[in-house]
Each structure stands twice: as C-alpha cells, then as structure tokens.
C-alpha cells in the first residue's frame, strides 16, 4: 500500500473518529459502527455532491466489473473460485453479473426487434416446389442409381404427399446449391430417361404449406389471400373442444393461428415472459447435474451454483452478440458459437474452479449437458405451448 493511500485512510478514519452512532449512540472510531454495524452517514446530500458522489461510486463499479469480465474471459472458472474462497471485494458478484446481463440481453432484444422464437407458415405454389425439387435431382442425379432415380421421380410427382418439412429441406438444398454453383438447372431430361413435364399450379393442385421456425430473427410481415386462407381452413378441420373455458372450434382455431403467423410479437412476448421463469428453474438445475459428478470440500453446492450462474450469464452474452452481429454475422457461426461455445467454456470453468482432471472435467460436462439440453428444449416447449394457450 503506497504512503499517499495509507495517509488517505488515515484521515477517512479520524473524520468520523469519536462521533456517536446516529443508530445506537456508541462512540465510533471509523466510518462504521463496531457494534450495529451502520455507517456514520445521514444521508443527506446536495445535488452536487450527490451528483459527484454517484461518478466516483459508477468510477468504482466498472472497475470491479471490467475486472469481473476479464477474469471470466480470459481465465474461465478462476472468479469462481476466488468469489467461493472469501476473495470477494475485487470482483463483482456472480449474481449481479447473471442479472446485469440479462438485462442486457432483454434490452437488446426490444431494441433489435428480434424475437426469441419466430413461427412463420410460408404457402409455397406446389409446381414451383416440384420444379426446384425436379431441379435438385438434376444436379445430384450423376451419383445416383438407376432405382434412387425412379424413387426420386415418384417422390417428386407425389410432393404433396411428402411432409412440408423434407420438401423445404429438398428446396433448401437446391436453391444453395444454386447459389454455390454447384447445381447447374438443366431440362434436357430426356437425355437420361427423365420426363421433362412439370406439373402446374392447376394439375398439382394448390399450395405446399412449408413451417419456419426461427429464433432471434424479426417477425416477418406476412398477409394471406383469401383463397390461402381458405387453404388453411381446409387443411384444420376437427370437432371442437374447450380450452381454458371456453369452446374452440376448427374456425376460431384457425382465426388464432392465422392472427399468430401475421402478429409473431404477440406469441413472442408471451414466450419471454417464461423464459425468466424458466431460468429459475435450470440454474439451481445446472449446479445441481455438476455436483452430482464433482464432489468435494472445495465443490460444494454454493460453488457450482456460482458456476451455474456464471454459464448462463456467458450463454446470454453470446446470443447478444450473435444479435448485434446478426446482419454481417451468418447465422451458423453464431449457433455454432453458442451450441458449441458455452459447453466448451463450462468445461473450461469446471476445470479452472475445482481442478479435477481433465477426464474427470470432460465427463462432468457431457453429463451436465445431456441431461440439461434435453430438458431445457423441453421446458421451452411447453412454455411455447403455454405461451400459445394464453392467446385463446
């Protein structure tokens, strides 16, 4: 400690030595009362002081937080550990870093306009479908037999009987291979015994209803013809059935799918409201999967949860990255960030906090992870179920 803040502290301590506790009355020898514990302060400032006061406090907290974040960064699971060990004033807590980044990751979602989960139903002409399907074939045909060859022609004349999903990914498919130059569209099928007659619109008989579900993608502005809707109806058709007091019939259900798929934000912000509710659930969870496989005086339930906390908090600031950085950013790279990057940086965590083996450490990650990943798509499925149910 240099000579300038030992005689700084000095003089802080002599300010307040000798005054009565504002509390109880004892005589004080610092700034806090050794016997209620309270701070010699009224509290009572001018805007001025207040207002420099609240600099110097701000001054102080990034401090702590840039510390706080550069330890988590760089050295994965170490601020655990020394939070966990008594090392607690340099740091900023674990609790207060999950919260904080939260936070952030909500705000960037308001501010973005991006939703957590985005259901769009795309009605696509079926002779479109069936030509970039035929398309498709074209180009993948050369390492193909004779009998995939014959499969794959009556697969595409029966389109409308395949589920839209494959169809989407068949139409997926060909349009990158199309853009990657890798599927060049040709119609001289007659050159390997191919018929060269595309069913239209008319002969194929209407629309491929093909599903998208997004996350972190902003809801898409979509209308639906009258006769799409009509399509729809058709495709909906049971008895009815009450649901949350009231009767739903095919009609009403079909209004509040179509009111959905035009307004995603309504079922989005419905959703969000779980996703905190879900978060108290799968932290404690996540410690819980850790400590049953890292055991020990020094991995303590109290340690994991700080680890747990820790993750999450990594695992928000990543989809927020992958937010911001959505419009130059593919996609893939930012899933593959966060699928594969938060169970990386879990591995590195339990490793730097508990100092198990590296055996030991892959084993607990691939335990915690199994377990965790299923049972978080699931929780966030019925929260979507959920989260549909309070539109009725």
Not at 1 to 26: D, I, K, W
Not at 145 to 156: H, P, V
Not at 359 to 378: C, D, E, G, H
Request: contains cysteine.
């Amino acid at each position: 400690m240099s000579t300038t803040t030992t005689a700084a502290s000095a003089e802080h301590m002599a300010e307040h030595a000798g005054r009565a506790c504002l509390a109880c009355g004892t005589t004080i020898m610092g700034p806090w009362c050794h016997a209620c514990g309270q701070k010699d302060d009224d509290c009572r400032r001018s805007v001025f002081k207040l207002m420099a006061e609240s600099v110097t406090d701000i001054a102080a907290l990034d401090g702590r937080f840039v510390r706080t974040c550069r330890n988590v960064v760089t050295k994965p699971g170490s601020h655990v550990r020394d939070y966990a060990h008594g090392r607690r004033s340099p740091f900023t807590p674990p609790v207060r870093l999950f919260l904080l980044v939260s936070l952030l990751f909500f705000t960037t979602l308001q501010l973005t306009d991006k939703h957590l989960v985005v259901v769009d139903v795309e009605l696509r002409d079926r002779g479109e479908v069936q030509a970039e399907a035929q398309a498709f074939l074209e180009g993948m045909e050369e390492g193909f037999t004779e009998d995939e060859r014959e499969a794959a022609r009556e697969a595409i004349e029966q389109l409308g009987e395949v589920p839209p999903v494959v169809a989407e990914s068949v139409r997926s498919e060909a349009e990158e291979g199309e853009s990657d130059g890798e599927t060049e569209v040709n119609f001289k099928l007659s050159e390997e015994g191919l018929t060269a007659d595309i069913e239209t619109d008319e002969e194929s008989g209407g629309w491929v209803p093909i599903p998208h579900v997004m996350f972190l993608h902003e809801a898409p502005e979509r209308e639906y013809s009258p006769e799409e809707r009509d399509y729809i109806r058709q495709m909906i058709d049971f008895d009815s059935f009450e649901l949350n007091g009231r009767e739903v019939d095919s009609e009403l259900f079909v209004e509040r799918i179509l009111s959905i798929l035009r307004n995603p934000a309504a079922f989005s912000n419905a959703l969000n409201e779980w996703i905190p509710r879900l978060m108290l659930v799968f932290v404690p969870l996540m410690a819980l999967l850790g400590a049953a496989v890292i055991r020990g005086r020094d991995a303590l339930i109290y340690d994991h949860l700080l680890l747990s906390l820790q993750t999450h908090a990594i695992g928000f600031l990543v989809i927020t990255i992958n937010v911001w950085t959505g419009g130059f950013m593919p996609g893939s790279v930012g899933g593959l960030l966060f699928f594969l990057g938060v169970p990386i940086y879990y591995l590195l965590a339990i490793k730097g906090a508990f100092k198990r083996s590296w055996r030991k450490s892959v084993f607990a990650t691939l335990f915690v992870f199994s377990i965790y990943s299923f049972l978080f798509w699931l929780g966030l499925f019925i929260a979507a179920a959920y989260s549909f149910l309070e539109i009725f």
